[in-house]
């Protein structure tokens, strides 16, 4: 594999008037990674992608797509990336296969050969002769995918790919995007939600407000990240909530019981003595993943990603 880094972004930013959508972000995507820009709405993720795919220029800081600069090579800098932003747009009253051959024509031609390939890659064959206009919003999404493969690219670049879809459909297009990256494929990928991105990606960088707060691995992440947290509702959750603090868990009153962070075995302990004490437990239900707690607790607005506690921020590679 060339050492050449798939992308490679030093310092980009993008404002518009007095908004920093992007704020001096470096990343570095290794050729053969699969790598998430993770961030809730509006941290900037849209516009680093933009500026990526040459939509935009950046006001500051250079970006290198292997090893291609839109300055020095204009459109060229896209050749062997292929991906979409937000949602790919086809002709709703032509069949899948006519929009893919369309693409294909416009492309040089060079993938058509390939209808039949990425029409199978995506799940699609059998349905490539229907219109596009009865595809389901899934569908449609992994035709997309389909006609960036017909370029046969070395990366992909997916907008929030899994967006808007219901749950099968998020389950396929992960299933998809692990196949491809499965295949030595490079893949960037944009989302605002960690579980997708912890299940499919090696490495993260997590925005907010256009800055960075974290880069780095998701085991390294991971090993940051707080214990579980569980929800519990019992017949005295008063009660509950001393024995738990009395075995060293940390208890948040909500509205309607408790939440209890700690260790599991601590947990299963904290349940056999409520019901050794006759406190009879009526609900135990997982929060949270770990991971995702730490994502809410590095983006959301009222906390400092700088706090010693996530002293995460600036882990760069
Ligand atoms: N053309 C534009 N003009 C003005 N502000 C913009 C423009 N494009 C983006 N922004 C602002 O830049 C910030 C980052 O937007 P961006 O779309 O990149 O975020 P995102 O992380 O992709 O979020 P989302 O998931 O909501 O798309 C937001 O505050 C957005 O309102």
Same mark, same amino acid.
């Given at each position: 594999?060339?050492?050449? !880094? ?20 470096? #990343? ?25 795919? +040459? ?38 009253? !032509? ?7 369309? #693409? ?29 206009? +009865? ?8 035709? +997309?995918?389909?006609?960036? #493969? ?14 808007? =879809? ?9 299933? =998809? ?10 893949? !960037? ?10 299940? /499919?990606?090696?490495?993260?960088? /997590? ?61 299963? &302990? ?10 009879? =437990? ?10 995702? &707690? ?24």
């Amino acid at each position: 594999m060339s050492d050449v !880094l798939a992308v490679d972004a030093v310092g980009l930013t993008k404002t518009y008037g007095t908004l920093t959508a992007v704020d001096r972000l470096s #990343l570095q995507v290794g050729q053969g990674e699969v790598y998430g820009v993770l961030g809730p709405n509006g941290a900037g993720k849209t516009t680093f992608l933009r500026m990526l795919f +040459g939509l935009i220029r950046p006001d500051a800081g250079t970006l290198h797509i292997l090893g291609r600069t839109w300055d020095e090579h204009g459109i060229r800098a896209l050749d062997g990336v292929a991906g979409f932003i937000e949602s790919p747009k086809f002709y709703p009253g !032509l069949t899948g296969r006519k929009n893919l051959q369309l #693409l294909a024509g416009l492309d040089g031609g060079a993938g058509r050969s390939r209808i039949d390939e990425v029409l199978e890659t995506v799940d699609l064959r059998g349905r490539e002769r229907d219109k596009v206009g +009865g595809y389901s919003f899934g569908m449609r999404q992994r035709l +997309g995918v389909a006609a960036s #493969l017909l370029r046969d690219p070395r990366l992909l670049v997916l907008d929030e790919p899994a967006n808007g =879809l219901d749950p099968a459909g998020i389950r396929d297009m992960r299933a =998809l995007v692990k196949r491809l990256a499965g295949s030595g494929l490079t893949v !960037l990928l944009s989302s605002h939600d960690m579980a997708e991105v912890e299940e /499919i990606c090696d490495d993260v960088t /997590i925005m907010r407000t256009g800055a960075v707060v974290y880069h780095g691995s998701i085991a390294a992440l991971r090993a940051k990240a707080p214990e579980q947290a569980h929800e519990i509702h019992t017949t005295d959750d008063e009660r509950a909530a001393l024995l738990a603090r009395a075995a060293e868990l940390e208890v948040t009153r909500l509205d309607d019981g408790l939440a209890v962070r700690g260790p599991q075995p601590q947990i299963d &302990a904290l349940v056999a003595q409520l019901i050794g004490e006759g406190i009879a =437990l009526r609900r135990l239900t997982r929060r949270e993943t770990p991971l995702e &707690a730490l994502f809410f607790m590095l983006t959301e607005p009222d906390t400092d990603p700088a706090a010693p506690e996530l002293a995460i921020t600036g882990a760069a590679r």
